[in-house]
């Protein structure tokens, strides 16, 4: 196995290919032991013979991009991480696809707790800063059917009304790129989102405080929006979440 690993360390350095002999010279392998590695690698598709050099081969490939994409996945995972600690907030991440919210990342602590999905995020946009900043990133058509599919309901007494009074505040967000709530999802929690550009998907960043922390609410979202919102945008198109 670690002469394979050799062998394909060696390949990758060659970006035009290189011959058996050549490839056994820089290993430091016999002759005989490199023509049967290259051509086990070669059958399991790690590597690929042309005209008598060896490049990498599809297999080998599938592994450095999942490899690339997992390292793009933690950088991500990071970033909210450094986010939750400068704001001193839990932070959440999620995308309007396939016609649903799904929140695809939460970073908190024991110090500062996520809000519990007590009431599916997905069927409670309408009560959420998360939900309503990705439905005020939607086409009217894709908001009145999400709303068809999951319509304003009170989730707590703070929950907004009708559907037409959240049209009229998901308008008003969009002006503002700023989406906050007061206990409308899960009371004694606020709630501020932020939308954040990830190719043609609607997607938000969003932070959760104590009610008796309101104060900070909307300042600690500015910040996000100024300082955050766009290298953690470009981190979640890179990895294509």
Same mark, same amino acid.
């Given at each position: 196995m670690q002469r394979a690993l050799r062998l394909l360390e060696c390949v990758a350095g060659h970006?035009?290919?290189a011959p058996a002999k050549q490839l056994a010279r820089e290993t430091g392998l016999a002759l005989p032991t490199t023509y049967h590695l290259l051509r086990t690698l070669v059958f399991e598709g790690y590597l690929r013979r042309d005209k008598g050099l060896f490049f990498l081969g599809e297999a080998?490939?599938?592994?450095?991009?999942?490899?690339?994409?997992?390292k793009r996945r933690t950088t991500f995972v990071e970033a909210l991480a450094r986010w939750r600690d400068v704001l001193g907030a839990p932070v959440y991440y999620a995308v309007y696809r396939e016609g649903e919210i799904d929140v695809l990342c939460v970073s908190d602590?024991?110090?500062?707790?996520?809000?519990?999905e007590w009431a599916a995020f997905r069927e409670t946009g309408h009560a959420h800063a998360i939900g309503q900043c990705l439905l005020s990133q939607l086409g009217e058509e894709e908001r009145r059917d999400h709303l068809a599919r999951h319509p304003v309901r009170p989730v707590t007494p703070y929950t907004v009304r009708d559907g037409h009074?959240?049209?009229?505040r998901l308008d008003r967000s969009r002006r503002a790129g700023v989406v906050t709530e007061r206990q409308e999802y899960a009371v004694g929690t606020v709630c501020a989102a932020v939308p954040v550009t990830v190719g043609g998907t609607a997607a938000?960043? $969003?932070?959760? &405080?104590? @009610?008796?922390?309101?104060?900070?609410?909307?300042?600690? $979202?500015?910040? &996000?929006? @100024?300082?955050?919102s766009r290298s953690v945008g470009s981190l979640a198109l890179s990895i294509s979440i």
């Open positions: 970006t035009y290919g080998a490939e599938r592994l450095s991009s999942s490899g690339a994409r997992q602590t024991p110090a500062n707790p996520a809000v519990e009074s959240l049209l009229r938000a960043i $969003a932070i959760s &405080l104590p @009610a008796h922390q309101v104060d900070r609410l909307l300042p600690a $979202a500015q910040r &996000l929006q @100024a300082e955050g």
